[in-house]
């Protein structure tokens, strides 16, 4: 985050009144996991409900205490070293197992990851599937997301996707030939994918989306902060958009891969399907044309018998 912890405190003094006013009459049952969205970037996109609940739980567990104490800070929030619980993705499994003790005993739980919503690329998803199974009640609170973040400002309503919804991937392999595989995988997929990347690896995945050509990708990099950029272009391009500032390798990246062209003249169906028909048996010929021409897969499944017949 950008924000000056140390003299954030009083811009937020009015902040924990509110949150008290608005969400002080709601039931917040003992015994339950609190599952709290915290702002990716900018101090005030934080919740009412978020900072009420963080001011009344027993125990916040999070990713990286140090950085926690510092944001229950700004807002003018007070915990002790105790109340404080280290849950990150090296101890998980073992601290999901206090949290429940504690949850046992009465205690309400707020977990926070160091920046968004947790469990979709940060720690809690097995904090969350622990407490489940103890069969104890978890309370999400909504808030701030990268993820969401960067697909509404994408603009893929004129895209032509061929069904509703978004593909997340989040971190791909760090590994080149993993990696790559993974790419050619998304070369056809016909829904938007959301693609997470920290600053060291930021090139090399670069690299890899140039072999997409000219789909179109945007690129939200520090989204939220005070120096927040936003821009679209051809993936072939996004190695030349880094290097011409270099500072834009610093900041940490959320990617939205648009969703490749869905072809509508039969007559490029017939043409993809027999260019594909020649190396691949006939159901991978027929879903592969299908996923690209977003044509209907029993039709395709006849032309491709009749091209058989034809050719035989």
Known sequence: MTANYASSSSAYAGALHAAHEAAAGQNYPPGA???????????????????????????????????????????????????LLAVHQH??????????????????????????????????????????????????????????????????????????GFVFVGFLSPKSGERATAIAALALETRPVVLLE??????????????????????????????????????SDFADWLRREPHRSKGEFVLVLHPVAVVTDSGAEQRILKLLLAELPLKSAVKLTADITGASRNALYDAALALKIEAA
Do not use: M, W
Request: hydrophobic share 45%; glycine share 6%.
């Open 198 to 235: 920290a600053p060291h690896r930021i090139e090399a995945l670069a690299a890899a989306l140039a072999t997409l050509g000219q789909r179109p990708l945007t690129i939200g990099r520090e989204l939220t902060k005070q120096f927040a950029e936003i821009a679209t272009l051809a993936a």
């Open 33 to 83: 996991l609190y599952v709290v969205a915290t702002p990716i970037g900018n101090l005030a996109d934080i919740t009412l409900r978020a900072l009420h609940v963080l001011q009344l739980a027993d125990t916040v567990a999070c990713e990286d205490t140090r950085h926690t104490q510092a944001l229950l800070r700004a807002y003018g929030i007070d915990k002790s070293a105790a109340q």
């Open 91 to 164: 101890n998980e499994a073992q601290a999901a197992q206090v949290v429940i003790e504690r949850l046992q005993q009465g205690q309400r739980v707020a977990y926070a990851s160091d920046a968004g919503t947790p469990a979709i690329s940060d720690p809690g998803a097995r904090l969350v599937a622990a407490v489940r199974r103890a069969c104890l009640p978890i309370v999400p609170l909504p808030g701030a997301s990268s993820v969401t973040s960067a697909l509404s400002v994408a603009g893929l309503a004129d895209e032509g996707a061929q069904s509703g």
